[in-house]
């Protein structure tokens, strides 16, 4: 357990008044200071030094644990803050075991399997990314001259990632990627494009002035790769050389606060006759030169982390898969219950044998440890929304059955099984939604969910609901 800092200053002051009190002790035995002093120089003298070492080492031990508790080891909390490198075979062993657990693995095996190919291939990659007419296929057809890259004077040309051959001024052989222009963070064009960045050994970040909000996020979330990085000032033509110089000075600040401090700003204009492109096409140069196994490195690593968002994100949906499935069979369960009962209840959450298997299941599943006072406690809440609302439900579910021909009003104990249908489904539901946000089984916070599913769409799930519990009742007459 972590200390606060509170926590330690007490723990110091008891240490201080312990202290304290063993002096005081030591010296009231023998009345005053000065007498025992006295008594002490005229007695023995292993008596007095032995005496004074204790005295030393009753201090030196004091210091130090008030020290310890008040200064503590920024070496050990740095250890902590470090996470381990994500490996190729760490990756590899997720994909086989989720493959068993039965998630969908394929976006992963995917990206592992292109950046074998690109590894295969031995190029190294440049991603040109920016907005939509901030020049990116302009600049590339610049570079690369004999490139068919498909230009326009509207925004948006490029609608697929393209790959096209450049030649370095060193005789380097790259592949330059040619992705859609985003529009807005989030957006499916700013996915793939980033997707295509992440792959790339090296990155050139296209604008044509000073970055927007929406483009300083970009900026940011490609510094975060930790790979070269360049931003292209491009259509310099626009402005005069004074405006281009504060350009300059702002969009290497704004560099800085994202974090990419090695990147370089370099000006360009590709649709006037590519004036700076060969600045820029030295700067890559410069980029390249580097070890190639170091630019593999910092490439594998981004894919390595896309790879294992895509595993997570993969494991979530299926977990939620599952905690649907849960949630129907146990609604299925309660409906069966209810109608098999001579004389439903209205306790079976907190005395019932389901609500606390379906709270058990539902955090082994979430992989969440669940303890006994934890779920009664979920359970009494969730009773407590019960019995405020069980009149409401069962008037529902009432008006619900007289829908079905046969049934009428004589439903009796169908409308408890409806009740209790409603019930069990907005208890999964809300449980699985407070351990897939929360991490933890916390009662108030799952039963708030619980309430809030309790009342949702109410009219379309009670039909449902009627619909299974009449399924169920012809179900028994058959047996």
């Not at 002490?40 to 070492?53: D, E, Q, T, V, W």
């Not at 697929?160 to 985003?182: K, N, Q, S």
């Not at 209810?338 to 439903?344: D, E, K, Q, T």
Request: one cysteine or more.
């Amino acid at each position: 357990m972590r200390l606060t800092r509170n926590m330690r200053l007490l723990l110091a002051l008891s240490v201080v008044l312990t202290l304290l009190g063993i002096a005081g002790a030591a010296v009231g035995l023998a009345g005053s200071l000065a007498e025992v002093w006295a008594r002490l120089r005229s007695g023995p003298a292993p008596i007095f030094y032995g005496l004074l070492l204790f005295l030393a080492a009753v201090s030196v031990l004091g210091g130090w644990l008030i020290w310890r508790l008040l200064m503590p080891s920024r070496r050990r909390s740095g250890r902590k803050e470090i996470e381990a490198p994500i490996t190729r075979d760490a990756l590899e062993q997720r994909i086989s075991t989720g493959r068993v657990e039965g998630i969908d693995v394929s976006a992963a095996e995917r990206e592992l399997g292109e950046l074998a190919r690109r590894r295969d291939a031995g190029r190294l990659f440049l991603c040109v990314f920016g907005q939509i007419s901030t020049g990116k296929s302009s600049l590339i057809r610049s570079l690369a001259p004999d490139a068919a890259v498909t230009t326009g004077v509207t925004g948006g040309t490029t609608r697929e990632i393209g790959h096209y051959r450049w030649c370095t001024p060193g005789g380097d052989e790259i592949i330059l990627a040619d992705v859609p222009g985003t529009a807005a963070p989030g957006s499916e064009a700013e996915t793939a494009a980033l997707e295509e960045a992440v792959r790339a050994h090296v990155v050139i970040y296209t604008c044509d002035g000073d970055l927007s909000g929406e483009q300083y996020q970009e900026l940011t979330m490609l510094a975060a790769l930790d790979k070269p990085l360049v931003l292209a000032l491009n259509k310099s033509d626009r402005y005069s050389a004074g405006e281009i110089d504060l350009l300059r000075e702002r969009l290497q600040q704004r560099l800085d606060e994202a974090g990419a401090d090695e990147a370089a700003v370099v000006v360009v204009s590709a649709r006037s006759g590519g004036d700076g492109v060969a600045d820029l096409a030295a700067a890559i140069q410069r980029l390249v030169e580097r070890s190639p196994e170091a630019l593999d490195a910092l490439r594998d690593a981004a894919v390595f982390t896309i790879v294992a968002r895509r595993l997570d994100a993969a494991a979530t949906e299926r977990r939620r898969e599952r905690s649907a499935e849960l949630v129907k069979s146990y609604t299925r369960k309660a409906v069966v219950g209810a109608v098999a009962a001579v004389s439903p209840g209205t306790d079976i959450l907190i005395q019932g044998y389901l609500g606390t298997a379906l709270v058990k299941e539902m955090c082994g599943l979430y992989d969440v440890p669940v303890r006994g006072i934890d779920t009664d406690r979920l359970l009494r809440l969730s009773q407590s929304y019960v019995g405020r609302s069980l009149p409401i439900l069962l008037a529902v579910a009432g008006n619900a059955l007289k829908a079905f021909p046969g049934v009428g009003t004589i439903a009796g104990g169908l409308t408890h099984a409806v009740a209790y249908g409603l019930i069990f489904d907005a208890l999964g539901r809300g449980l699985a939604e407070a351990l897939d946000e929360g991490g933890e089984l916390r009662p108030a916070a799952a039963a708030r969910k619980f309430r809030e599913n309790l009342g949702e769409d109410l009219r379309a799930r009670t039909i449902r609901m009627a619909k299974l519990v009449l399924e169920e009742k012809q179900t028994g007459r058959d047996r």
